[in-house]
């Protein structure tokens, strides 16, 4: 993706806790996501932080946001076999137009 | 409710062609925005549309181009098709042209270029 970087896989055991990070670079983003994909799937949205926003829990999804270094993580509490996917972190830019631009993603393996 | 739905699901077409992939939004949703994903990658951004306008634009050559209609349905159009023109494209909408609760994606047209 255009400037926003993750690491390229994880590999976790069921039960630990996965955190994925990712680097944006684009200080005037208002909204961050995470995306996950499945094989053959299309994207499906996870969760979103608002650029004021330190912190969002949400159930086993717990999103970091520290604006001062444009980097955000995702941590999923108790991962599952079935959390197994690739996740996309994004940014919305604003300036200049809408625009989402994603990260490469990272795929996550989660050994039984 | 149905979901963002686009067709076909798959096509092939020959080098110098050109395609029109077609995208509907969830119901109540007025912006459109249209991704190529190709393999290993993260989804590029092509276009956003709100309201039948483009809202914002991706570093894509002007062979790229889409339309809204008034039903907020969308065309991705793409001439003189070039072998790196495969890919999946994917169409997103979501209720607000900020992205503020995300977007919510189709399944995608896998698009073969021969």
């Known amino acids: 993706g255009e400037d926003v970087e993750q690491s390229l896989f994880l590999s976790v055991r069921e039960g630990d806790s996965s955190v994925i990070n990712c680097t944006y670079t684009d200080s005037s983003s208002t909204y961050l996501y995470w995306y996950k994909q499945e094989p053959g799937a299309g994207l499906q949205l996870l969760t979103y932080i608002f650029s004021n926003m330190d912190m969002k829990q949400d159930q086993r999804l717990t999103v970091l946001l520290n604006k001062k270094d444009k980097h955000l993580s995702l941590r999923i509490a108790d991962t599952q076999t079935g959390d197994s996917a690739i996740y996309f972190c994004?940014?919305?830019?604003?300036?200049?137009?809408?625009?989402?631009?994603f990260g490469a993603g990272t795929r996550l393996f989660v050994k039984a | 409710d149905a979901g963002v739905t686009q067709s076909p699901t798959h096509l092939i077409k020959t080098r110098g062609q050109h395609v029109t992939l077609r995208c509907s939004p969830i119901?109540?949703?007025?912006?459109v925005s249209w991704y190529q994903q190709v393999l290993g990658q993260g989804p590029q951004f092509i276009f956003q549309y709100y309201e039948k306008e483009e809202r914002g634009r991706g570093n894509f050559p002007d062979r790229f181009s889409a339309r809204q209609f008034p039903n907020y349905s969308s065309e991705l159009n793409v001439n003189a098709l070039l072998l790196g023109d495969s890919a999946l494209y994917l169409c997103a909408s979501s209720m607000d042209p900020q992205g503020a609760s995300g977007a919510f994606f189709g399944q995608g047209t896998r698009l073969t270029v021969v």
């Open positions: 994004a940014e919305r830019r604003g300036a200049g137009g809408f625009k989402t631009i």
């Open positions: 119901s109540g949703h007025k912006s």
